[in-house]
């Protein structure tokens, strides 16, 4: 089974900045794309980004883009989500999952996600 673990989370000012990471268990990410979701306490889960095997194209919902960038270096068998500019409303719990291609089923088992909040 498909398994990928979230890291970076923690709290930070309104303005401020993070970066999360996705790293794969016991299987190449570069043969996946990977999608970044998050859920708020009270509402569902939604996707906020995602990134191509090749790196080369990227999606980003509208209420982060400008703000949120997704990138991978698959040497590392690792996806980022650097998260800029950030407000309140990105604190949610921040998980990714691997797909084929953006936008198909997800493969992988959701993990425990990293926490992400944004209060002064």
């Known amino acids: 089974q498909l398994q990928l673990v979230e890291s970076g989370g923690g709290l930070v000012q309104p303005g401020g900045s993070l970066r999360l990471s996705c790293a794969a268990s016991?299987?190449?990410?570069?043969?996946?794309?990977v999608a970044w979701f998050r859920q708020a306490p009270g509402k569902e889960r939604e996707g906020v980004s995602c990134?191509?095997?090749?790196?080369?194209?990227?999606y980003y919902s509208d209420s982060v883009k400008g703000r949120f960038t997704v990138s991978r270096d698959n040497a590392k068998n690792t996806v980022y989500l650097q998260m800029n500019s950030l407000k309140p409303e990105d604190t949610a719990v921040y998980y990714c999952?691997?797909?084929?291609?953006?936008?198909?089923?997800?493969?992988?088992?959701w993990g425990q996600g990293t926490q992400v909040t944004v209060s002064s």
């Open positions: 999952a691997a797909r084929l291609v953006c936008f198909s089923p997800i493969l992988s088992s």
């Open positions: 016991g299987f190449s990410l570069d043969s996946y794309a």
């Open positions: 990134i191509f095997k090749s790196g080369g194209s990227t």
